[in-house]
Nanobody, 123 residues
Framework: QVQLVESGGGLVQAGGSLRLSCAAS????????MGWFRQAPGKEREFVAV????????YYADSVKGRFTISRDNAKNTVYLQMNSLKPEDTAVYYC????????????????WGQGTQVTVSS
């Protein structure tokens, strides 16, 4: 089992920044690729970013490329999402997820999920 707890969400004005954190406990964090997803009201959960278990590879959704950065600290069992130049359309609940070894952008391929943290961007 892997337990995930997100933090760092909040209310920010357009153009501002937030850093989300996801703390993991349980099995070996360094064996899990970690993804960030988001879900806005009335919409499906969508991929945001993913980082390979060893931190060597990252992928981003086109909508956040160049603005968001995913990183991880395996010594702290934590993955981060630095979000800059935020837009109102970034408003959503953000979730982190863990998948053993496999690097994937598909939410249904992740085994473990956090409870989510709300990000609201005002215009």
């Amino acid at each position: 089992q892997v337990q995930l707890v997100e933090s760092g969400g909040g209310l920010v004005q357009a153009g501002g920044s937030l850093r989300l954190s996801c703390a993991a406990s349980g099995r070996t964090f360094s064996s899990y690729s970690m993804g960030w997803f988001r879900q806005a009201p009335g919409k499906e959960r969508e991929f945001v970013a993913v980082i390979k278990y060893n931190g060597g590879t990252t992928y981003y959704a086109d909508s956040v490329k160049g603005r968001f950065t995913i990183s991880r600290d395996n010594a702290k069992n934590t993955v981060y999402l630095q979000m800059n130049s935020l837009k109102p359309e970034d408003t959503a609940v953000y979730y982190c997820a863990a998948e053993f070894l496999r690097l994937t952008t598909k939410p249904n391929e992740y085994d473990y999920w956090g409870q989510g943290t709300q990000v609201t961007v005002s215009s």
